[in-house]
């Protein structure tokens, strides 16, 4: 298992670069690549395989990115960012005090996000900007003016002894946003397991 030395952002370098191949390096902000945010507790499978999926799409690095702070849950501690780090032995990862999509997208400019169809839900449910639909369209017209866009991986869902694919065009997106998100073919990517799930049964 790598072990990373634990460089946390700060104002000066709001994005810390984490690769197992070079120190920690501070950033302003990132560009060019793919970002796979997540909270990665644990990582598992289908991160690494959405990751890699999608390095394919966008043709060119995916890089993931841990937040140190949380809109629902508690700040992660320094060991608990040490924790996590130590799971990407072969991948670079960005650490950032961005736990909203509004503040990543400052951060990673023109930069398209990688994310699962749960995730992506939430960007377009006005109950996760306090209710308000004009906040809603102001962050996704801030992801559009940002050179932003969303690639979404989905997942089988089971519900009441049935279960069905849940993909991009499952989601409730408004019509003048929905070039903003573009999903992986089920035949490509599926992923059945949530980090949650894994935690429960571990």
């Known amino acids: 298992m790598t072990v990373f030395s634990c460089m946390l952002p700060d104002d ?14 501070g950033l302003n902000e990132l ?4 970002v796979f945010p997540g909270a990665f507790n644990p990582l598992h499978f289908g991160h690494r395989s959405l990751r890699r999926i999608a390095e ?37 990862i960005a650490v950032t005090a961005a736990p909203r999509f509004v503040d990543k997208a400052a951060l990673f400019r023109r930069c398209c996000f990688v994310v699962g169809v749960d995730t ?13 639909l004009d906040e809603m369209h102001s962050a996704l017209q801030q992801f559009l ?10 997942r089988l869902c089971r519900r009441a002894g049935t ?19 573009v999903g992986v073919p089920e035949s490509l990517f599926r ?10 049964n571990s």
């Open 191 to 200: 992923e059945d397991i949530s980090s949650t799930e894994l935690r429960r």
């Open 145 to 154: 003016d940002m050179g932003n866009r969303f690639l979404v991986g989905g």
């Open 120 to 132: 992506a839900e939430r960007i377009v449910r006005p109950s996760f900007y306090n209710g308000r």
């Open 56 to 92: 394919k799409i966008l043709a060119q690095d995916v890089v993931y990115e841990l937040s140190v702070a949380n809109v629902e849950k508690s700040s992660l501690t320094e060991d608990d960012i040490r924790l996590r780090l130590q799971q990407f032995d072969d991948s670079s």
């Open 12 to 25: 000066d370098f709001p994005v810390v670069l984490h690769s197992v191949t070079t120190p920690p390096r």
């Open 31 to 34: 560009s060019g690549v793919g």
């Open 163 to 181: 279960a069905r694919f849940l993909g991009v065009d499952d989601l409730q997106i408004p019509e003048r946003f929905q070039e903003l998100f």
